[in-house]
């Protein structure tokens, strides 16, 4: 068995195309167009590629963009007064802080400051409750976007097996509530479940979202299964400029599951996405319009 790869861009441009077909609808209902505000505090590489991604994104789906860029030396008051005025900003109906931030600003300080109804990240703890609760809720835009993918390739997911490798709050566990909420039987393993191997060979969908390099393995994966990797991660090669790879040992896997996303092009282009399709839905919201359909 050689699995099906799942071609996350494709998925993700579609998202996108349908995103951007209800915007001119929006814009003449509201008489402007949705807004993502931007904030990138300090000059991280991997963060600037990100939010440069994500700003491009918006202005292809014809939103309105607004980037905040600072400086590392940025303070926490002065981050959280930015916010505030995000908050209040009437243009802007979705606010992301990328993170990681520098060591001076409590990171979920920022988080819990900014408007619920603005959290196209989905990492408030009232967006994280009202998921928790099986109530409408901004979602993280990855988890989000693994299960687009895994309702494109499976259908329904009602009674199927999955365990969702890694228990963070911004994949594991919303990733794990969303598999609830479409009536799989669900279980988080992690660092410190024992015969992590046997508890994944057991699943019929595998979420990987570890953070350590090629740890599923070939012979971890139930025949058939589906295999979902959130992992990137970069290991170094001979010519010394690495590569990228996931959670999961791709070739191995590919022999036994029936479907992977690869790494890059699966999940990470699925992330940008769910975060146009987020802003839009609050747009949508914070006007008072029924959701969009079809996303």
């Known amino acids: 068995m050689t699995a099906k790869r799942i071609d996350g861009k494709a998925a993700a441009q579609a998202v996108r195309d349908r995103v951007a077909a209800h915007v001119p609808e ?20 991997a963060s600037a590629v990100y939010v440069r991604s994500k700003n491009r ?4 789906a014809a939103m309105a963009s607004f980037a905040h860029n600072l400086p590392d030396t940025t303070t926490e008051d002065e981050l959280l007064q930015l916010v ?15 993170l990681p931030l520098p060591n001076q600003i409590d990171a ?6 900014i408007d619920p109804s603005k959290d196209v990240d989905g990492f408030h703890a009232i967006n994280a409750g009202r998921l928790a609760t099986g109530l409408d809720a901004l979602v993280p835009c990855t988890p989000l976007g693994c299960l687009h993918l895994l309702r494109s390739e499976l259908g329904d997911l009602s009674g199927l097996n999955a365990v ?9 566990k919303p990733m794990a509530l969303l598999l609830l909420g479409e009536h799989a039987t669900v279980t988080i393993a992690h660092s ?23 740890m599923v393995r070939g012979d971890w994966i139930k025949p058939g299964a589906t295999v979902i990797d959130v992992g990137i991660n970069r290991v170094p090669t001979d010519d010394g400029k690495g590569r990228l790879v996931g959670d999961v040992a791709y070739d191995e896997v590919a022999e036994v599951a029936s479907a992977i996303t690869p790494v890059p092009g699966g999940v990470g282009p699925m992330t940008i996405a769910m ?20 996303l």
């Open 26 to 45: 929006f814009e003449r209902r509201a008489g402007r167009p949705p807004g993502l505000a931007t904030v990138l505090v300090g000059e991280d590489p």
């Open 164 to 172: 969702v490798v890694g228990r963070s709050n911004i994949v594991g």
């Open 275 to 294: 975060l146009m399709r987020n802003t839009l839905v609050a747009a949508h919201r914070r006007a008072g319009f029924e959701d969009p359909e079809g």
């Open 108 to 113: 979920a300080r920022v988080i819990a400051t």
């Open 57 to 60: 994104a918006t202005a292809e």
């Open 192 to 214: 410190r479940t024992r015969d992590l191997s046997e508890v994944v060979r057991r699943a019929d969908i595998v979420v990987a979202a570890v953070g350590r390099p090629e």
């Open 84 to 98: 505030l005025d995000l908050n209040a900003d009437e243009r802007v109906d979705g606010i992301l802080v990328q």
